[in-house]
């Protein structure tokens, strides 16, 4: 029935399946339909038309990612593979629009051409599509080097979930024209509008890449390094602390890595070596390692996302290993955030946890759940005014609440 | 202007101190108008509160009598944004100007909005941290002037503008409320960037009350080159070459002939050849290691792309002397002219050559002066027109001026303000940039922060938007 109605307002490319499977599959199989729009009009007029008829709107970008959840009452998924392509690249303005449902692995070998990047690093970054990045607002650990994600989208084609078409910023690096409402977009996970298209900074990809392991017997033995480094007068690409799950490796790392021209990179190790009293090692493929721990236990069962001042960051990666037992730690030292993962984790653990993060003036969230306990409404709140704000702010963007996961 | 019920004046003494409560139309005097002098309104009085609470108190008994906030910082604004509205009473931070904290160790500053930029960055020297955005007023406009309008400078290039060093923010809301946003080291679930949606918002969602912001080690070295060019387009291209060579310069700046001539004839005379058809300032900072090679490569881009002279400061006084063309333009420019209009948009970088002879064009063709100061590596021109505006037919010229001036920046992908924001004098231009969906959703999120519109009324939105409008005495000021 839905599909006939779609089929009345959109292409019948847009309504032919061929979008992937895992997490996505099962949630085809709930779906009325599956939606592939070609152009922001097209995402306009199922918007539209889903407003105008009661029907919740899942936006998925790469959709391999994606987290269980359980979606209730009739919904629809809307994927953006085929809004796929370059729209601006001009090298010497070192911008770049594309439409949302680019990978990020195209965007970087077109940048690679002309010795660009795009400086994130976000677990699975490569897989995902640009839409699906800012939507997550996730930088990864080279925003210490690099700046936020936030900071880099200069502007953003959105569609509310009443299909309205909003232009955000532009395609200049420096833009106050107006109330800033791409900000809250970026990081809202598809609760204020469909991405179509983007604009991001690009940076010079740096001569020298070096990757410096010091290695600790366990996450405690990276402390005084890790300060040392994160306080250090230079400013590394990042400052990762690293443990991976399974005993018996049980071994801990902290990884940092400098970006800059050969002597650059030289002078700030000899800096931070001397500023920690250590010797880093430093491995030939600094970019594979750097992927590996990235990557790793992407899958897991369980996700979560611990923040902190990175003063506390430690107080809190023992609280974890306590709370949870064998997880693992994947953390920015410099801005004090974690990734955890884990097999299940029980709700009282995982309550104890949050409330010893908070105790430390951080809070703790559920990115990935699990099929136990580990839900995503166990995870710390915003304040009562951020609440009400963010509730206020969603209605501006989507009166009738269409998108997941509003929705009740 | 109507002068507020003395009840009201009377309150006010007691919330904040009755010597911080101005009524006197001579001490009003200098609240009438920003940077943006050809704009001037009385306010019906000023309230200097001195802390968070007198804030909120402040804000509830206005908010009460249905009476506009204007908040104001040092009132160097180039937009018009904390003009005074005719109905409003205008909420000074001077007195709000207190370092609460610097934490060494996470590298953050807790401070109240009336600290001067500059001040900030000098109390965290010590520890060997500064804080990056460096408007080139930052000797004397504040944090919370900063924070309300997204403010850049010329590091920005390499080191961002103010949103991405804001973490946190304390702020009263609309008949008083205080509420905290953000803060370092928090990241719940479900939160919206209400930090970065805030930053930029021009006095008209709330009055910030305390700003948590990032702060940065100094780098260990500096260098920095001039480059004499014989015209603007040839310094144009050495811009492009250097950001081609994959070289990211913390500063690239650019004067014109015109802006050279008017410091060379000023008290700030630098020994700039007054024939140049542009002078470029590249600056470099880092790790010392690397920074002789990066300066380098920029001097060889300024070369081959024909710079007749090119200078390099590898010291603080070389580096100021170099600099000191840039940064007393405006001052400079002021001598020559009873009035400055300092203009402010961005354009894609390879447009630059482009769009500043067009520029050119239409300063003659309006017979007006035109001046150009910019930050030539985020492609944020200011293009400064000088006239007077005693002089009503000049006037008219420079109205028309800008607006082709604006009009061409958009064209070309670019966009009608790059750091001095709408406030009053862009109201006009916001329908180049947006449509009407775009304006009423930003009216609508106004409309979440402050229902009742009580917070710097008639600015940002164009007209038909917006509750108070600034009539006619403004207007006819210009
Ligand atoms: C010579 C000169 C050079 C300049 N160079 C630059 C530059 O390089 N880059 C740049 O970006 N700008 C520049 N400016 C513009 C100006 O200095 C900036 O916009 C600055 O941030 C304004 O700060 P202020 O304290 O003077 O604010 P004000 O002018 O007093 O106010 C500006 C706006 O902020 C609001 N506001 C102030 N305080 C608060 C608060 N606590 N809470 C909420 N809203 C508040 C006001 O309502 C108003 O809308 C320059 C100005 C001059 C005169």
Redesign the interface.
């Known amino acids: 029935m839905t599909k006939g109605a779609l089929a009345a307002v959109l292409p019948a490319e847009a309504l032919a399946s061929g979008v992937a499977g895992g997490a996505l599959a099962e949630l085809e199989a709930a779906a009325e339909a599956v939606v592939r729009p070609e152009s922001t009009d097209e995402v306009a007029d199922t918007l539209q038309w889903a407003t105008t008829n009661s029907v919740g709107v899942l936006p998925v970008g790469s959709g391999e990612r994606l987290p269980k959840r359980s979606v209730q009452g009739r919904f629809i998924v809307l994927a953006t593979d085929r809004l796929a392509g370059f729209e601006i690249y001009e090298p010497a303005d070192l911008t770049l629009t594309a439409k949302a449902g680019t990978r990020l692995s195209s965007v970087n070998e077109a940048l690679g051409a002309h010795r660009q990047w795009l400086p994130f690093d976000p677990p699975g970054v490569a897989s995902r599509t640009l839409g699906g990045l800012v939507a997550m607002g996730e930088s990864g650990p080279v925003a210490t080097g690099y700046g936020e994600l936030r900071s880099h989208v200069l502007g953003a084609t959105v569609v509310t979930g009443d299909g309205r078409v909003l232009r955000l910023g532009g395609r200049v690096v420096k833009n106050v024209a107006g109330f800033d409402l791409l900000r809250p977009v970026v990081g809202s996970r598809g609760r204020l509008g469909v991405i179509t298209s983007i604009c991001l900074r690009a940076f010079p990809v740096p001569a020298v890449d070096r990757l410096l392991i010091f290695r600790a017997a366990d996450v405690a033995g990276l402390e005084d390094v890790a300060r040392a480094v994160r306080t250090a007068p230079t400013m590394p690409a990042s400052v990762v602390v690293w443990a991976p799950t399974k005993k018996p490796a049980g071994e801990a790392a902290l990884l940092v890595r400098l970006h800059g021209a050969l002597p650059t990179v030289d002078a700030d190790q000899a800096t931070l070596q001397r500023s920690a009293g250590v010797v880093f090692e430093s491995p030939a493929d600094a970019a594979g390692i750097s992927a590996t721990v990235r990557d790793h236990a992407i899958d897991a069962a369980v996700g979560l996302r611990m923040s902190l001042l990175p003063s506390r960051l430690f107080e809190g990666l023992a609280a974890a290993r306590d709370r949870l037992g064998d997880i693992m730690i994947a953390a920015d030292a410099y801005n004090g955030s974690a990734r955890l993962a884990a097999g299940e984790v029980d709700e009282a653990a995982l309550v104890g946890l949050r409330d010893a993060v908070e105790a430390l003036g951080g809070t703790l969230t559920v990115t990935r759940a699990g099929d136990g306990h580990a839900q995503p409404s166990l995870g710390s709140r915003p304040n009562s005014a951020e609440r009400e704000l963010a509730e206020r702010l969603a209605k501006v963007f989507d009166p009738e609440g269409v998108f997941w996961p509003c929705r009740a | 202007m109507s002068a507020p019920d003395p009840r009201v004046v009377k309150r006010l003494g007691e919330i904040v101190g009755p010597d911080h409560v101005v009524t006197d139309p001579n001490r009003l005097l200098v609240y009438e108008s920003d940077g943006l002098t050809s704009y001037r309104v009385s306010p019906r009085a000023v309230v200097l509160p001195g802390s968070t609470e007198e804030v909120a108190a402040v804000v509830r008994l206005l908010h009460g009598e249905g009476i506009p906030v204007v908040p104001r910082g040092a009132g160097t604004g180039l937009s018009g944004g904390a003009l005074p509205t005719p109905e409003g009473v205008v909420v000074g931070t001077a007195r709000m100007n207190k370092i609460l904290e610097i934490?060494?160790?996470?590298?953050?500053a807790r401070l109240q909005p009336g600290v001067i930029n500059a001040r900030l960055t000098e109390a965290a020297k010590p520890y060997?941290l500064y804080y990056a955005p460096d408007p080139s007023s930052q000797s004397t406009c504040t944090l919370g002037g900063n924070v309300a309008?997204?403010s850049?400078g010329p590091h920005?290039?390499k080191?961002?503008?103010t949103?991405?060093y804001v973490t946190g923010l304390t702020v009263v809301?609309g008949g008083g409320?205080v509420?905290?946003?953000g803060g370092?080291?928090?990241?719940?679930?479900?939160?919206?960037?209400?930090v970065?949606?805030f930053?930029?918002?021009e006095g008209?969602f709330g009055l910030v009350t305390e700003i948590e912001a990032r702060l940065?080690?100094?780098a260990?070295g500096v260098r920095t080159l001039l480059g004499i060019f014989d015209t603007m387009e040839a310094a144009g291209h050495a811009v492009?070459a250097i950001?081609?060579e994959?070289?990211?310069p913390a500063a690239v700046e650019i004067v014109d002939n015109a802006t050279i001539r008017a410091v060379e004839a000023s008290v700030y005379a630098g020994g700039f050849p007054v024939d140049a058809g542009a002078a470029l300032v590249v600056e470099f900072d880092?790790?010392?290691?690397?920074l002789d090679?990066?300066a380098d490569r920029a001097e060889a881009c300024c070369h081959a792309a024909g710079a007749s002279e090119v200078k390099r400061a590898t010291d603080a006084t070389q580096r100021a002397a170099l600099w000191n063309g840039r940064k007393k333009a405006f001052g400079a420019m002021g001598r020559i002219a009873p009035d400055l209009l300092v203009q402010d948009a961005?354009?894609?970088?390879?447009r630059l050559p482009e769009v500043l002879a067009r520029i050119t064009e239409i300063g003659e063709r309006f017979e007006l002066n035109v001046a150009n100061v910019f930050?030539a590596g985020?492609?944020?021109l200011h293009p400064n027109i000088l006239f007077d505006r005693n002089d009503a037919d000049e006037l008219d010229r420079v109205e028309r001026a800008s607006k082709e001036i604006m009009s061409l920046c958009v064209e070309v992908?670019?966009?009608?303000?790059?750091?001095?924001?709408?406030g009053i004098d862009?109201r006009g231009y916001?329908r180049l940039?947006?449509?009407e969906?775009?304006?009423k959703?930003?009216a609508?999120?106004?409309?979440?922060?402050d229902p009742d519109g009580l917070f710097n009324p008639g600015k940002?939105?164009p007209d038909a938007l917006t509750g108070e409008t600034i009539r006619d005495p403004a207007m006819a000021a210009r």
Do not use: W
Request: glycine fraction near 16%.
């Open positions: 934490d060494v160790e996470n590298r953050l060997g309008e997204n850049g920005c290039l080191y961002g503008v949103q991405r809301m409320r509420i905290r946003l370092a080291g928090r990241s719940p679930d479900g939160a919206l960037d209400l970065g949606l930053v930029g918002s008209c940065l080690p100094v260990e492009t950001i081609s994959g070289l990211l880092g790790t010392e290691a690397g090679a990066d961005t354009v894609p970088r390879t930050h985020d492609g944020n992908g670019g966009t009608i303000t790059g750091e001095h924001g709408v862009k916001m940039v947006h449509n969906v775009e304006l959703a930003m609508a999120v106004k409309d979440v922060f940002v939105l």
